[in-house]
C-alpha cells in the first residue's frame, strides 16, 4: 500500500499544481509553448484535460486515502486512476506526434515526455498491483452460504 501512496500521491500534487499555475496566470500558455499556441486547436485541446486531470486526482486521492486506512478500495480507485492516466498519456502521445510536435526540443516538451512516461509506467504498474491483489481476494457472492457450491477464485479458470 506504501507505493500506492506515493504514486498517487505525486501524481495528485502535480496535476494539482500544474492546474494552479496555469489557471492562477502564474505560468501563462503562451509563455509555456510560444512554439505550439499557433498549432490549430492547441489552447483548446490543451485546455480540455482539466477536467480528466482533476477525474484522475480525485481517483488519486481516494486511493491515498484508502490505502492510508489499509481498506482494499484503495486498489479500486488506484486501478481506475492507473487506467485514465493511461488514456491521458495516450490521447498526449497521438496528439503531439499527429502535430510533429512529440519530438520538440524544447524545456517544456522534455517535461510532458517525463510526464507521459510518468503517468505510462505508474499507470501500468497501478493496474498491474491492482490485478496481483485481486487475485489473492476470496470470491463469494450473495447466494452462496457455507456448503454450498459456488465458483470460487480457485475454480475460475477463465
Known sequence: MRKIIVITSVTAIVLISEWLLI?????????????RINVIGYRSWFMSFSVPDMWIVICCLLSCYYALKNK???IVFSMIAGSSMIFLALVTITFYAQNSMLFDLNYYQLF???AVVWL??????????????F???????ENQKQGSPGRTVEGDSA
Do not use: C, F, T
Open 23 to 35: 489557471l492562477s496566470g502564474i505560468m501563462p500558455l503562451d509563455e509555456l509553448e510560444p512554439s
Open 72 to 74: 482494499i478500495k484503495a
Open 112 to 114: 510532458e515526455n517525463l
Open 120 to 133: 505510462l509506467m505508474s499507470g501500468a504498474w497501478l493496474i498491474y498491483i491492482g490485478i496481483q491483489r
Open 135 to 141: 487475485g489473492s481476494v476470496p470470491v463469494e457472492g
